[in-house]
């Protein structure tokens, strides 16, 4: 009995992941497009589910409460050039995230150019709801890009990570 219930439970842990860079496809060949110099060859990808969010939250007894989060999922590229120096500043990475929704508005937040290393993090809003519901990382180092998508609610998260602070400012206000 142990034994078929471990097959079962491995079997929908395998069903919740997956190695491929499906969900980046559209965002890959975007940026090829704007800057056509370059290739993309898929190094590794993982995809990571709500079902199995929730499976490492119950591992982690709720401690960092990511049974939230729809789908976390990265794509690390080799960076082809011809010899010749990579720039993403051109590139609109709002404009290649629009096909991921066009309910969300993404906006940068966070721009970095170093020798070597550009970063950008954006996130995705619904207008309409008000709500945080996308994070989208791009980062260019070495050859390398690595884009990562995390997709969920980020408002209950927010008030989840905020609250161990407030209580602590709760505490000190009553003293």
């Known amino acids: 009995m142990k034994k078929i219930l471990l097959v079962i439970v491995l079997t929908q842990l395998a069903a919740c992941m ?6 980046f496809r559209s965002a890959r060949n975007s940026i090829q497009e704007q800057v056509p110099d370059i290739s993309l060859e898929k190094e590794f990808a993982i995809s990571l589910g709500n079902s199995m969010l929730g499976f490492l939250d119950v591992l982690t007894l709720n401690e960092t409460d990511i049974s939230e ?7 690390i590229y080799n960076v082809e050039s011809g010899g010749q120096e990579i720039d993403f500043n051109e590139i609109d990475f709002s404009d290649t995230l629009r096909s991921r929704g066009e309910n969300l508005c993404w906006e940068t937040i966070v721009r970095v150019r170093k020798e070597g290393e ?3 993090v954006l996130v ?4 309409e709801r008000n709500s945080l519901d996308a994070v989208s990382v791009f980062v260019l180092e070495n050859g390398e890009l690595v884009m990562i998508n995390v997709d969920g609610d980020f408002d209950h998260m927010i008030e989840f990570a905020l609250r161990p602070a407030s209580d602590s400012r709760r505490d000190n ?3």
Do not use: I, N, T, Y
Not at 18 to 23: A, I, N, P, V
Not at 124 to 127: I, K, R, S
């Open 18 to 23: 997956s190695f491929s860079d499906r969900s």
């Open 69 to 75: 989060l729809d789908h976390v999922q990265m794509a």
């Open 124 to 127: 995705g809003m619904d207008l």
């Open 173 to 175: 206000d009553a003293s």
């Open 118 to 120: 550009q970063v950008w």
